[in-house]
């Protein structure tokens, strides 16, 4: 039987071509059906194909004998076979086989590998790309912090595995924006206020001493300090604190933000919307989403039980204001309301959520340190809560950075008085290292940044490793226009010269890169695509020194025009794959680099 064309066109161009053939598969059960071998109505939903855990199995598994099994009544080894039959029509299969309880492996042709390359070639970097996204919004938070200073170097790790996460879920289809929530209401931003008007005194000439407990002693607020007495003169020397509390407030948030947006861009991250957690307060959207909850029966009025596993000396029962937090997967129902008749925090979170599903966001991310821990679930259970469960939260927690020079400790920086700041790393490592040695773990794993090793120029350094890949593809495509001046105006007709079967494998991984691209986004894992890029890093240097050794595996050889021109197109392809990989990274992809 001849597959029809456009059915095989289909199979070629679907970037993630395991779709393609889960989508035969299907057809195969359908036709299985229709002869009455299968019964009507099966589910068919948990059907995948997925690379084979041993790949001498074969290029693709499918588990279809095993999820029909059951519902149809018949062993799986013998659906398994049913299946394997109707496949062996398939275009590009060179032999489906059942093994075990009834897994069908399938071996694809050689031919498959080298249409993929065509591919890779005419989308280039979009090559990865999806729809699978289907252009659903997702609202993406993170880095919101307390603007009481400079980016925390360790920050920086959740700033970039969110940022790269957004471009991730954009290469699959989603419409993302990116948030930042200023957390500039609190005792936090009180103390920013107070430390800034003690530079502000101490700018006008007054000696201020050392610096109170509590109070933030970074030299960064001398400038603000100095900016203010610019502004306002001595205006606010002897007046009360009520009365420049607020105002100093609001001068050093600003201020405080300028910076940080300044540090942002030097990781190369934007966001499109700030919002203020002041405003919010100001807006009346606590009681607003209170008084939601309020006429669902959610918020009531009652006694908590005492922090287990805690000795708080000041705690004492109080009737107190709560949610109903413990209806939607808390642990314990949760406070609305200080002792001082303000909203807590909590509140305020409630709030936030609850406007962002009301601006049309029901997918939110959000990307928060590891010490938020305590606060995900309470946050979940109010957003489920709010949105009447039609709004869904993923919180995503960083683990911290241990910065590292050959194996010690890196010291504080001075400016910032009590940590390291981000730009000091930049200034030394540069952008792309920086972000991706940040994604070069999973976000939940301790992250170890030594700077000595992420400057080395070996293949233990993945950021070096990867790019050195990209300016090797480049540099080859350079010295082969030496050769055959015009090689890149006569694109060869097939690539079947391509044999060496460290050739084939080299295809094989970039004809999974869509896949990865899939699957890093719908886990939000961006990590998992570095290992990826890894790999193909490593088989294309293997390749490099396999020519090295035996001059008939040289990219270029001068006396066969179409097999340089063949090898040279899969060091195209390559180099797009690292280039597509790059962008989602936000990483520049060199071209030349010193050996």
Request: charged share 25%; hydrophobic share 40%.
């Amino acid at each position: 039987m001849i597959k029809p064309l456009h059915s095989i066109y289909h199979m070629v161009t679907e970037m993630n071509f395991f779709h393609s053939f889960r989508d035969e598969v299907l057809k195969a059960v359908g036709s299985l059906t229709q002869k009455e071998l299968l019964p009507q109505g099966l589910d068919v939903e948990k059907i995948t194909t997925e690379p084979p855990r041993d790949p001498s199995h074969g290029d693709l598994a499918t588990n279809a004998a095993m999820v029909l099994a059951k519902q149809a009544g018949k062993n799986p080894r013998e659906i398994g076979e049913l299946i394997a039959k109707e496949l062996e029509k398939v275009a590009f299969l060179e032999e489906v086989s059942v093994a075990g309880p009834g897994f069908i492996n399938l071996k694809l042709t050689d031919d498959f590998w080298y249409q993929q390359l065509f591919v890779i070639l005419e989308k280039k970097e979009d090559y990865g790309s999806s729809r699978i996204g289907l252009g659903e919004k997702i609202n993406l938070e993170y880095v919101s912090t307390n603007p009481t200073g400079p980016i925390h170097a360790g920050h920086g790790r959740v700033a970039v595995v969110a940022d790269v996460l957004a471009n991730l879920l954009e290469k699959v289809g989603y419409n993302v924006l990116r948030e930042f929530y200023i957390n500039d209401a609190g005792a936090q931003a009180e103390k920013l206020a107070k430390s800034t008007y003690l530079r502000y005194r101490e700018a006008l000439g007054e000696k201020i001493g050392p610096i109170p407990e509590g109070y933030y002693p970074g030299d960064y607020l001398k400038e603000v300090g100095q900016a203010l007495a610019e502004r306002d003169g001595s205006k606010w020397l002897s007046a009360p604190e009520k009365e420049w509390l607020e105002i100093v407030r609001e001068f050093a948030v600003n201020s405080m933000m300028t910076i940080i947006r300044k540090d942002l861009a030097l990781m190369g991250i934007y966001h499109e919307v700030f919002t203020s957690e002041t405003e919010l307060h100001r807006s009346g959207a606590i009681e607003v989403a209170l008084a939601t909850l309020k006429a669902r029966g959610l918020i009531y009025e009652g006694v908590l039980e005492p922090p287990r596993g805690k000795i708080i000396e000041d705690w004492e029962p109080r009737l107190q204001l709560l949610f109903r937090s413990t209806e939607f997967g808390d642990d314990t129902d949760r406070a609305l309301q200080k002792s001082d008749g303000s909203w807590t925090y909590f509140a305020g979170d409630i709030a936030y959520h609850y406007d962002k599903f009301r601006r049309g966001y029901s997918q939110m991310v959000n990307v928060w340190g590891a010490d938020h821990v305590g606060t995900v679930k309470r946050i979940t259970s109010a957003v489920k809560a709010i949105t009447e469960e039609k709004g869904h939260l993923d919180v995503i927690l960083c683990q911290i950075v241990n910065f590292t020079e050959n194996g010690q400790p890196v010291k504080m920086s001075k400016r910032a008085g009590t940590f390291i700041e981000v730009k000091d790393v930049i200034e030394k490592v540069g952008k792309d290292a920086f972000r991706f040695m940040m994604i070069s773990r999973k976000s939940d794993a301790h992250l170890d940044f030594d700077f000595k090793k992420v400057l080395e120029q070996t293949r233990d350094n993945p950021v070096f490793y990867i790019q050195y890949a990209h300016a090797r593809c480049h540099s080859v495509m350079r010295i082969a226009r030496d050769v055959f001046p015009d090689w890149e105006k006569t694109p060869p007709n097939s690539f079947d010269l391509l044999k060496d079967e460290d050739e084939l494998k080299l295809l094989k991984l970039l004809a999974g890169w869509p896949r990865q691209v899939e699957i890093a986004a719908l886990a939000r894992e961006p990590h998992r695509l570095c290992y990826y890029l890894y790999e193909i890093a490593q088989q294309f240097h293997m390749l490099w020194n396999k020519g090295k050794e035996n001059a008939l595996l040289r990219f270029i050889l001068p006396q066969n025009r179409e097999l340089t021109r063949a090898r040279l197109a899969m060091i195209q392809g390559l180099a797009h794959v690292i280039a597509s990989a790059l962008q989602i990274f936000g990483v520049t992809p060199v071209e030349e680099m010193r050996e």
